[in-house]
C-alpha cells in the first residue's frame, strides 16, 4: 500500500487486528527487517510497517532524508490510518525518528519503544566518516557502504553463528540506491541532540540495547532511560546479550517478547 508525504509516495503494509502499533526500520534495510518480529504479535495488535523514505519501495524525494522529514512522514501516515494514537518501536534511524514524534505529535503517542537508538547526535568523528561514505559512494556506488554495514550492525556472535541471517539483512540493503544512501547520511549527519527531548518523555518508555552495539552503545541506551525514569516517569531497560545494531533482527523471539509485554501493560492501563 501507498501513500503520499509531500514530494514521495512512501510504501506500508499492515499486519494483525488489535491496538495499533508503528515498527520503523533501520537504515540501510526495510520494512521485512521487523517481521520476525511482527510474526509474534499479530495477535492482539495492528502492525504498521512502512518504508522510510528512500528505503524499501518509498521514493526518496529531493534533498536529505533528515528526522524531521521522516518524522512528518510518520504522521502523515497516521492521517492517511486515521489512527489518533499508537504504540511505536523503532530502530536506529527509526528510533531517531520517534524522537522527533515526540517533539511534534507527543498526543498521539501511547507508549515509546527505542531500540538501539540513542538520543546523541552525531559526534565530529561520525560526520566525518558519513562525509567519507559519501565520497565513496557517490564515486563508486554503494556496494562497498552495504559490505561494511553488514559487518558492524550486526553483532559477531550473529555473524558467527547466523551467517544466513546476515546475508539476509544483506540483501535487503540491494533496495537503497546510491542517491537514497547518501541523503540518509546526510540527513544523520545533522540529527538533532535529542537529550532535552528525551528529558521531556511522560509516555511509557522502554529501551532495548544490544551488549555488542558499538554505534548505540549500551551505556549511551541506559543513559536514555534513567533520564526518562528521573523525570518521574515510567521506564524500563533491557539488555540484550550478544546483540549488535540490528538487535530486533539478531533476537527477534527476545524482542517480541519484551515488546509484547511493554505493548499489554500500556493496553491495560489505557483500558481503565
Known amino acids: 500500500m501507498f501513500y503520499i508525504s509531500d514530494d514521495a509516495e512512501l510504501s506500508y503494509q499492515t499486519m494483525g487486528t488489535g491496538l495499533d502499533v508503528v515498527l520503523l526500520h533501520p537504515t540501510p534495510v526495510h520494512r521485512d527487517f521487523w517481521l520476525p518480529v511482527a510474526q509474534h504479535l499479530t495477535s492482539g495488535y495492528r502492525l504498521i510497517l512502512p518504508d522510510l523514505r528512500g528505503h524499501g519501495q518509498s521514493q526518496t524525494g529531493d534533498g536529505p532524508i533528515t528526522v524531521e522529514r521522516l518524522g512528518q512522514d510518520i504522521r502523515r501516515l497516521l492521517d492517511t490510518l486515521q489512527i ?26 501511547s507508549g515509546l519503544a527505542f531500540c538501539c537508538s540513542k538520543p546523541h547526535p552525531d559526534t565530529v568523528v561520525n560526520k566525518s566518516k558519513r562525509e567519507e561514505w559519501i565520497t565513496e559512494i557517490r564515486q563508486k556506488g554503494p556496494e562497498g557502504f552495504f559490505d561494511s554495514m553488514a559487518g558492524t550492525l550486526f553483532g559477531p556472535v550473529t555473524q558467527r553463528r547466523d551467517p544466513a541471517k546476515v546475508s539476509a539483512g544483506r540483501a535487503m540493503m540491494h533496495s537503497m540506491s546510491a542517491e537514497a544512501v547518501i541523503a540518509v547520511q546526510q540527513g544523520l549527519a545533522v540529527r538533532p541532540d535529542s537529550v532535552p527531548t528525551a528529558r521531556t518523555i511522560t509516555s ?69
Open 204 to 272: 511509557p518508555t522502554c529501551v532495548i540495547a544490544g551488549a555488542a552495539d558499538t554505534s548505540s552503545t549500551p551505556t549511551e541506551m541506559m543513559f536514555l532511560a534513567e533520564i526518562v525514569r528521573n523525570a518521574g516517569y515510567s521506564s524500563e531497560y533491557h539488555l540484550l546479550p550478544e546483540a549488535g545494531h540490528f538487535a530486533p533482527f539478531e533476537q527477534p523471539e527476545e524482542v517480541a517478547s519484551i515488546l509484547r509485554r511493554f505493548f499489554n501493560s500500556i493496553g491495560a492501563s489505557e483500558d481503565h
Open 84 to 109: 489518533e494514537r499508537a504504540l511505536f518501536a523503532g530502530c536506529s534511524i527509526g528510533g531517531y525518528t520517534l524522537y522527533e514524534l515526540w517533539r511534534r505529535i507527543p498526543n498521539r503517542v
